[in-house]
């Protein structure tokens, strides 16, 4: 039996026009690709979204109570061993990462969950969540007023690649092969400096100023070699998204300025890097989930979609995966106005669940 969810959906543009092979490429999509038609609906939040189908979709693992992790297909694997508690993580090709929170100051940590159940320690003693890239085995932390990039080894622990002396504040919060983000938070409220590091070169010389107009970074490019994030209005008042560049100290080289964005970390896009999941705020000021088309943002700034909803992961079709206070799972696709209620073997009522992105 399907069950009536009543979810705001927001269309900006009904019909995207077909961009050039040239900027698809540019932006890590596929060449010839066409973007799906949307369809229009109400946008005075008088629409309803009527019976919404079931979906059997289950590609996305969840950690539940913070003590198990849940596979799409219900096995649960216990996270016991982990000191404090399992926060976080991702889905890789190993298995998945995950961030333990031991006391929550200096004793963070990760470990690789294996598929067979086994739970291996990464990293221990960390001083910050550790960073983990876009492909599942590189990582950077920092922890005894050292800061490291390495990588994860499938049968258990890591590769330290390179090393240096930590700075008096920041850690590493996002990286690519060549390149680590660092950031820290003056107010408590979130990261709010930012700065670069490049392992090959040497010691990390901190040079916070230069990226002054950074407002959030998300994480790796489609290209795998910038950054996305947040950038002030170069023109004004408000924040942009931008393409950052890794090479010179996060440098906006692209902006798309006027969008109703919220300043914060939480981004998602796509495993084909087509579309970008973020904050935004429309109306009244509710908060929502804005979906850009990464492969045309930067020439016409404009939201595709965007629903009430909170924070989720893309799944491999390009469904983006909301969790609800209930706890109930809902499944967007962009190219409906119907949100799927997700079956998830092994979830009961009342527990509180994280979704773990896949990065594979």
């Given amino acids: 039996m399907t069950r009536v969810v009543h979810v705001h959906v927001r269309v900006v543009i009904a019909i995207l026009a077909v961009v050039t092979a040239a900027s698809l490429v540019a932006c890590g999509g596929k060449a010839g690709t066409e973007p ?52 976080s993580g991702y889905q890789t090709r190993d298995g998945w990462l995950v961030r333990g929170f031991g006391n929550g100051i200096d004793t963070l940590s990760l470990w690789l969950v294996k598929p067979d159940g086994s739970v291996l320690l990464a990293v221990e003693k960390a001083e910050a969540p550790v960073a983990v890239a876009a492909d599942g085995r590189r990582i950077g932390w920092r922890s005894g007023g050292k800061l490291y990039v390495g990588q994860v080894n499938p049968s258990g622990g890591v590769t330290v690649d390179k090393t240096s002396k930590a700075p008096d504040r920041g850690h590493p919060i996002s990286l690519t092969a060549t390149t680590v983000v660092m950031g820290y938070s003056e107010t408590g409220g979130g990261i709010d400096h930012h700065d670069v590091w490049y392992p090959d070169l040497g010691e990390y010389k901190p040079t916070w100023e230069k990226s002054a107009h950074v407002r959030a970074v998300f994480g790796s490019a489609p290209d795998g070699v910038d950054f996305l994030g947040l950038v002030a209005n170069p023109s004004g008042a408000g924040t942009c998204l931008g393409m950052l560049s890794a090479k010179d100290s996060l440098k ?79 499944r967007f696709r962009i190219d409906s106005v119907l949100a799927e209620t997700v079956d998830r073997p092994g979830v009961t009522a009342g527990m509180t669940l994280e979704l773990l992105p896949r990065l594979v």
């Fill in 36 to 87: 799906p038609i949307l369809t229009p609906v109400p946008s005075d939040g008088s629409g309803s979204l009527g019976d919404a189908p079931s979906s059997s979709t289950r590609s996305v693992s969840v950690i539940a109570d913070r003590k198990t992790l849940l596979l799409p297909d219900g096995k649960a694997i216990s996270l016991a061993k982990i000191d404090g508690g399992a926060m």
């Fill in 252 to 330: 906006a080289t692209r902006t798309a300025c006027g969008l109703p964005i919220q300043v914060d970390r939480y981004a998602a896009v796509t495993r084909d890097g087509h579309w970008l999941a973020l904050h935004t705020a429309v109306g009244d000021g509710r908060p929502e989930i804005g979906i850009v088309d990464l492969t045309a943002v930067f020439t016409k700034p404009a939201l595709t979609v965007s629903w009430t909803g909170q924070t989720g992961p893309w799944d491999e079709s390009n469904a983006l995966l909301v969790l609800e206070d209930s706890g109930a799972l809902l």
